[in-house]
Nanobody, 126 residues
Framework: QLQLVESGGGSVQPGGSLRLSCAASGLRLDLYTVGWFRRAPGKERERVSCISSSGGTTNYGDSVKGRFTVSRDYAKNTVYLQMNSLKPEDTGVYYC???????????????????WGQGTQVTVSS
């Protein structure tokens, strides 16, 4: 069974950067689409990014386009989310999710991933 563990969260000032990791165990993550989501206090879950199993397709939410970059390291069985130019509104718990069937498509953003991590807190504040 695929297990996902996020790490790399923390507190940073506006304009700073963080790199989140989504490490997989149990199965090869390169067979899965991986998505990143976040939930801010009092708000609904928001789509952040996704990357296809091949790494050839990526997608980003409008609020993070141009600032966040998703990538894969197949040797480490890990997916990363590089977050630059962070803003206070980026604060929240970030989750990664994986699924073999859900595609990463710029035309249809699905959220019915089968495996989810426990989340990592990101706080952007001065």
């Amino acid at each position: 069974q695929l297990q996902l563990v996020e790490s790399g969260g923390g507190s940073v000032q506006p304009g700073g950067s963080l790199r989140l990791s989504c490490a997989a165990s149990g199965l090869r993550l390169d067979l899965y689409t991986v998505g990143w989501f976040r939930r801010a206090p009092g708000k609904e879950r928001e789509r952040v990014s996704c990357i296809s199993s091949s790494g050839g397709t990526t997608n980003y939410g409008d609020s993070v386009k141009g600032r966040f970059t998703v990538s894969r390291d197949y040797a480490k069985n890990t997916v990363y989310l590089q977050m630059n130019s962070l803003k206070p509104e980026d604060t929240g718990v970030y989750y990664c999710a994986a699924d073999q069937i859900v595609p990463c498509s710029p035309y249809l953003w699905r959220e019915d991933y089968g495996s989810w991590g426990q989340g990592t807190q990101v706080t952007v504040s001065s």
